[in-house]
């Protein structure tokens, strides 16, 4: 999934915002939906500053306002809690990518922090059901245990990345430092 999937409607809801001195909740909420998606949450942020308060009652910019703080925090339960929305034709195209996309960064961070989790605890981080969340484990090839009565995920080892020795570290900085004074 590329960030600059969305850059032409991105420019032209950007340029429209320019151009015109009211413009209803719809642009506001694609822009913001937009922001969301490219990570771009300062941006996020600036703009629901400049949304005027009177759109700022619409049901959907609220419910985009809460996922933007819930990514400002890195607070994944409360993002996929509030991702649960019905969301117009407007955003739904973008707010689906996002899901995915946060999904993949949450697994991906998952499996590289933790050795193993316990399936309610991973259940209560992403929202997702049971049966979604152990078909998506068993595609990244996490492996089942239990612990008594309880499961326990555990991710697919890694293959560490290969180290260098102390002294080829060393030759590449005095080779960067020779370089510098010359």
């Not at 607070?75 to 955003?91: C, G, M, Q, T």
């Not at 049966?131 to 090839?141: D, G, P, R, V």
Request: proline letters at 3%.
């Amino acid at each position: 999934m590329h960030l600059d999937k969305y850059d032409e409607l991105l420019k032209r809801l950007e340029s429209e915002e320019l151009e015109h001195f009211e413009l209803g909740a719809d642009v506001y909420e694609q822009l913001l939906a937009i922001y969301l998606f490219q990570n771009k949450l300062a941006s996020a942020k600036v703009l629901w500053m400049r949304i005027p308060d009177k759109l700022k009652e619409d049901k959907e910019l609220t419910q985009l306002n809460l996922l933007n703080l819930a990514l400002q925090q890195n607070n994944y339960a409360d993002f996929f809690k509030n991702i649960k929305y019905e969301w117009s034709e407007r955003v739904k195209s973008q707010i689906e990518d996002l899901l995915v996309k946060q999904r993949e960064e949450l697994f991906t961070l998952m499996g590289s922090a933790y050795v193993s989790i316990y399936l309610p605890n991973l259940l209560e981080l992403t929202q997702m059901s049971q049966e979604e969340l152990k078909s998506t484990c068993a595609a990244l090839n996490w492996t089942e245990e239990m612990d008594g009565d309880r499961i326990i995920l555990k991710p697919k080892a890694r293959d560490a990345p290969p180290s260098r020795s102390n002294d080829d570290q060393l030759l590449k900085l005095t080779e960067f430092v020779t370089f510098l004074e010359n």
